[in-house]
């Protein structure tokens, strides 16, 4: 299927690997230009070769902090009238509750929440005037199934799906969309780390991953091109009727109906 975006540009956050990364690859075999920003250089700069490689596209690289006034400036200043934005910062870290202080809310809020909003403000305006925008936010899965443990995500990532519920259903007259993509386990780097750091006596990093895969109906992890291609199709001509949805990717994994 033809997206119909190729000669559109887009900036994708936190794009040097991971979600952020099959986001940024997906579009640009769709023929759009492309400003990526991550905060290490040295992988940005690989990241940004390959898929200048893989797919011919035009890539600007930004490496660039996004969670701060800084980043998002030398972003915007590379890639100001973007007709599609993703966002895309880390999760904050788990734990319980009891041990997380106000300034452990204000960073994650910071970072999950306020970032996004202050890129969606920066671009969306041009993007009504011009009569075409798509807006994809990363979030997480756990928006949907809150997990305990990811307490500071869980309240962030929800906080930025209320305001987008109110805001894309005005914007969407102008076929300026706005939706969230909600992972799950996909297989990351972040994942890995999580295994690693996990890892306890007796039961390797290998055994861990098994373990988890089992539990998801699919039998396995998310790749970053799958997650991707959904991605690019949010962001197609085709896509100009969905607004202010949350889409969960997750094999599965939640077990609702609705």
């Not at 809020?109 to 041009?126: H, R, S, Y």
Request: neutral net charge.
């Amino acid at each position: 299927m033809d997206l119909g975006i190729a000669g559109k540009s887009a900036l994708v956050c936190a794009a040097s690997k991971g979600l952020g990364k099959g986001c940024a690859l997906n579009l640009a075999r769709e023929g759009v230009a492309l400003t990526i920003v991550a905060r290490t250089a040295a992988t940005l700069e690989a990241t940004a070769a390959e898929i200048r490689a893989a797919t011919g596209a035009t890539v600007t690289a930004v490496a660039a902090d996004v969670t701060t006034p800084a980043g998002r400036e030398a972003a915007l200043a590379a890639c100001p009238a973007p007709d599609i934005l993703v966002t895309n910062a880390g999760g904050p870290p788990t734990g319980d509750f009891r041990d997380w202080t106000r300034d452990d809310w204000i960073k994650a809020i910071d970072a999950n929440m306020l970032t996004p909003i202050e890129l969606i403000k920066a671009t969306v305006d041009g993007m009504i005037d011009r009569r075409f925008g798509r807006i994809v936010n990363i979030t997480s899965g756990a928006v949907k199934a809150p997990l305990d443990a990811l307490g500071l995500s869980n309240g962030a990532r929800s906080g930025l799906t209320g305001f987008v519920a109110g805001l894309a259903r005005k914007t969407v007259r102008h076929n300026v969309t706005i939706n969230n993509l909600l992972p799950g386990a996909f297989d990351t780097d972040r994942l890995r780390g999580l295994f690693a750091a996990t890892a306890k006596e007796g039961r390797s990093v290998e055994e861990q991953r098994a373990a988890r895969a089992a539990t998801i109906p699919a039998g396995r992890f998310g790749t970053i091109e799958e997650f991707g291609a959904a991605c690019a199709f949010l962001c197609s001509a085709q896509a100009g009727y969905i607004t202010g949805q949350n889409l969960l990717i997750d094999g599965g994994v939640y077990p609702g109906t609705f």
